[in-house]
């Protein structure tokens, strides 16, 4: 900043940073000491002619350019809106699918050949299922009616007698194993019936009977009686009178009796059996002459 001495005119420059409005500094030349003055308000920049009539071109040029419409300075598109030119532009907009391409003819038959063969499939797997649930019910191999065995002659007359019976082997400790066939017999006559007699026979590969044994119902033996007993005791025990005379007699309609029929040493040649019952008396009829 340039100081001028008020009493002598001496010019000396004082720092920018030093020079501080209203502070005393005493003048190099005659000595006197005055106070710096306020510094001076800037002066406001003059234009000169051409200064002033480029800046009044630029004015009227920015107005002008403020009164144009955006429509009217927006490039003009060939666009409807942003969706159409976003998806011309190849940009995926939010929840919007590309559409599903259709399957063709020979994709269609393909698949119809695949779901047919699968349901043929299915039906042939239900039909051996079946098959296998016969056979399991018939005892592992399904029974023509030309191969089961025959129902005894003197049985069809009590066919009106349901058997309901099981069949195993048990091994006895003197005897060896002992086939057992046991059960009941369920009276579906219209009246009471005593003293039924069941029949079994046993079949060789040929179907035929290689083995027959008749036995009044009304007896049985347990599990361990089957395991221990001599072979005599057994079969004493199953024609027990008491028992027949107290379970085989007077069976009313629907009422069944029990049974058993113990093998000792069964034949090797077994490969099928029956079980059938042959006699039963009216509840008025005398009691059977072998027991």
């Known amino acids: 900043m340039i100081v001028s001495c008020p009493n002598c005119g001496t010019q000396f420059n004082v720092p920018d ?92 038959a393909v698949i119809i050949i695949l779901v047919v063969g699968l349901v043929a499939a299915g039906v042939e797997v239900l039909l051996l299922l079946n098959k296998n649930s016969a056979d399991d019910k018939n005892g592992g191999t399904a029974q023509t009616e030309d191969s089961a065995p025959k129902i005894p002659e003197v049985a069809q007359a009590y066919m009106a007698l349901k058997v309901e019976s099981k069949n195993f082997l048990i091994r006895n400790t003197t005897l060896g194993d002992i086939f ?68 085989n007699t007077k069976i009313p309609v629907r009422g069944s009796v029990p049974f058993m029929i113990a093998v000792p040493h069964p034949p090797k040649e077994m490969r099928s059996f029956s079980i059938a019952p042959v006699s039963a008396k009216d509840i008025d009829e005398p009691m059977p002459s072998d027991l």
Do not use: W
């Not at 409005?21 to 030349?29: D, H, L, Q, T, Y």
């Not at 976003?86 to 590309?98: F, I």
């Not at 006559?189 to 590969?205: A, R």
């Open 17 to 108: 940073h030093m020079y501080q409005p209203g502070r005393k500094s005493r003048c190099a030349n005659c000595l006197t000491v005055f106070q710096l003055p306020a510094l001076p308000e800037p002066d406001e920049p003059k234009l000169s002619p051409y200064d002033e009539e480029l800046f009044s071109r630029l004015a009227e040029e920015h107005a002008q350019h403020e009164d144009e419409s955006p429509a009217a300075k927006a490039k003009p598109s060939r666009y409807r809106n942003r969706k159409d030119a976003d998806e011309h532009n190849g940009v995926e907009l939010p929840g919007s699918a590309k559409p599903k391409k259709k399957l063709s003819v020979y994709a269609i």
């Open 180 to 247: 057992v066939v046991t059960g009941k017999v369920v009276n579906n006559f219209e009246k009471p019936k005593s003293f039924i007699v069941v029949e079994l026979n046993i079949y060789d590969e040929n179907d035929k009977v290689i083995f027959t044994k008749r036995q009044y119902c009304g007896t049985t033996l347990s599990q361990t009686q089957l395991e221990v007993l001599e072979e005599g005791t057994l079969q004493n025990h199953l024609a027990n009178q008491y028992d027949i005379m107290l379970y």
